[in-house]
């Protein structure tokens, strides 16, 4: 009797067939791992706006999300929780600024129109609506107002609060006010 030397075609081809589906398995599971950031992302500033929101109806005052003093347009990488206090927002320390992580950004428009137009508060709220002013190039700070607002009733304005994009994988989150259940509601788009 000679010895066997080698392997089978149908050897080869289960160890193929075995290696591709490792493969396959692997690539998935990490896929899966880099999008689920995105997905902790958008939770996280989740909560961190209900934490906003809890405030105004525990403390009965206006709470409200004020852009970074940092911005030009309306692309923001942190966001900073505010207080209506002796009519002028000033900027609370609980909860913490909100720093944006994975290159991602929020906007606070929708088809373009400035959501800050779409406000419905009273007189002392609205007299402030420009949060910057650009002379020579250089961004100057004239008031900061908030582009969402928390009322103490558990009101909201506006609506559609904003959404948060990350460029680099083509997908958005965008934060709804729900007044059926009086809850945010974030909502998942593929760009």
Same mark, same amino acid.
């Given at each position: 009797m000679?010895?066997? $030397?080698? *392997?089978?075609?149908? /050897?080869l @081809?289960?160890?193929?067939?075995i290696l591709?589906?490792l493969? +396959?398995?692997?690539?998935?599971s990490?896929y899966?791992?880099?999008?689920r $950031?995105? *997905?902790s992302?958008s /939770?996280? @500033?989740l909560a961190?706006?209900?934490?906003?929101?809890?405030h +105004?109806k525990?403390?009965?005052?206006v709470?409200?999300?004020?852009?970074?003093s940092?911005a030009?347009?309306s692309?923001?990488t942190?966001?900073?929780?505010?207080?209506y206090y002796?009519?002028?927002w000033?900027?609370?320390?609980?909860p913490?600024?909100f720093?944006?992580?994975?290159n991602?950004?929020?906007?606070?428009d929708?088809?373009g129109?400035?959501?800050?137009k779409l406000?419905?508060?009273?007189?002392?709220?609205?007299d402030?609506?420009?949060?910057?002013?650009?002379?020579?190039?250089?961004?100057i700070?004239i008031?900061r107002?908030?582009?969402?607002?928390?009322?103490p009733?558990?009101?909201?304005e506006p609506?559609?609060i904003?959404?948060?994009s990350f460029?680099?994988?083509?997908?958005?989150?965008?934060?709804?006010?729900n007044?059926e259940?009086?809850?945010?509601?974030?909502?998942?788009?593929?760009n």
């Amino acid at each position: 009797m000679k010895s066997q $030397r080698g *392997f089978t075609l149908i /050897e080869l @081809l289960v160890v193929a067939a075995i290696l591709v589906t490792l493969f +396959a398995v692997v690539t998935y599971s990490i896929y899966q791992s880099s999008e689920r $950031r995105y *997905f902790s992302e958008s /939770e996280r @500033l989740l909560a961190w706006i209900n934490l906003i929101f809890e405030h +105004a109806k525990l403390e009965g005052a206006v709470y409200g999300i004020l852009p970074s003093s940092e911005a030009i347009d309306s692309s923001l990488t942190s966001l900073h929780p505010a207080l209506y206090y002796r009519r002028e927002w000033l900027e609370t320390k609980v909860p913490n600024t909100f720093v944006i992580n994975h290159n991602g950004y929020v906007r606070f428009d929708q088809d373009g129109e400035s959501l800050t137009k779409l406000f419905v508060v009273d007189d002392t709220l609205a007299d402030k609506n420009q949060a910057l002013s650009i002379s020579n190039d250089e961004v100057i700070e004239i008031e900061r107002s908030p582009f969402v607002i928390f009322f103490p009733d558990g009101y909201l304005e506006p609506r559609d609060i904003m959404s948060l994009s990350f460029p680099e994988v083509n997908l958005s989150f965008v934060f709804k006010w729900n007044s059926e259940t009086s809850t945010i509601e974030v909502e998942r788009f593929d760009n």
